[in-house]
């Protein structure tokens, strides 16, 4: 049986590599390869490209494991265990050139859903900024060589991060929400990359995230990262566009956050 700290290892020596590779890409320029949900929605030939990397290292490293990618679909494994991967999470800000983006890659168990599975290990590599998130269910989240904590107070109010998601008809219902949190708010952060959302809210840079309509492989490891950080996270029923809703913070905010958004 392997340890969550060998999947942790394996996904971040394939996180900084695929990381490298998305980062070539990009300065190399970025052609947009077709859009997806909505018009908006776009996928990158690098995002395809960066995706069959990860995939064929990990078809290498752990033939037995199932794979659920954002652009290359799914396989059922024998082992028990799935890879969720996210090659480009922020495809919109690597398109636009902004450094917010990072490769998300996670070992899950039990279910392909992420309000059911186990998280079992995860990294985010964020390329331009040279960081690497980490976490193994029960040995922590860190960042380099430093344990991470998600904040325990915002005596000034909650530096919160959300995102709108692609499709327009659901923007209204999304600001609704948004101003029924801004009394708990300093400020808001829209990062473009759910993955960096969730690895700020461990590493304390956000006191709270919280978006709809996020796909599993935007909040697979970043989840993790969270909850190994001392946070709290939920993953909530669809709404009628089919949306889940992710919340995640430290365990009291937590509590008033899911209360203004959920009711
Ligand atoms: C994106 C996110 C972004 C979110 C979008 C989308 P992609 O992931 O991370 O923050 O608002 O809904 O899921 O498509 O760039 O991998």
Not at 2 to 7: A, F, M, V, Y
Not at 43 to 50: C, F, N, P
Not at 91 to 108: E, R
Not at 115 to 130: D, H, I, M, N
């Amino acid at each position: 049986m392997t340890s969550p700290l060998e999947l942790q290892d394996l996904a971040v020596e394939i996180a900084t590599e695929a990381g490298e590779l998305a980062r070539r890409r990009r300065t190399e320029g970025v052609a947009i390869a077709a859009s997806k949900s909505t018009l908006a929605d776009i996928v990158t030939e690098a995002d395809r490209e960066v995706e069959a990397l990860i995939r064929s290292r990990l078809a290498v490293a752990r033939p037995d494991d199932g794979f659920l990618g954002e652009e290359s679909g799914d396989a059922e494994g024998t082992s028990g265990i799935t890879w969720v991967v996210d090659p480009i999470d922020g495809t919109v800000n690597y398109a636009f050139g902004m450094p917010s983006y990072a490769v998300s890659i996670a070992a899950v168990t039990g279910s392909r859903n992420p309000g059911e599975w186990r998280a079992l290990a995860g990294a985010v590599r964020a390329p331009s900024f040279g960081e690497t998130f980490r976490a193994a269910t029960g040995e922590g989240a860190w960042l380099d060589d430093r344990r991470l904590s998600v904040t325990t107070d915002a005596p000034a109010g909650a530096l919160i991060g959300t995102g709108l998601g692609y499709d327009p008809r659901t923007h209204a219902g999304d600001l609704e929400t948004l101003s029924r949190v801004m009394p708990l708010a300093r400020d808001i952060r829209r990062i473009g990359a759910a993955s960096l959302d969730l690895a700020f809210v461990a590493a304390g840079r956000l006191d709270a995230y919280f978006e709809r309509g996020l796909q599993p492989w935007d909040i697979a490891a970043g989840r993790l990262l969270v909850d190994e950080a001392g946070g709290r996270s939920g993953w909530f029923e669809p709404d009628e566009f089919g949306r889940s809703m992710a919340i995640v913070a430290g365990p009291e905010l937590y509590e008033r956050l899911r209360e203004r958004i959920l009711g």
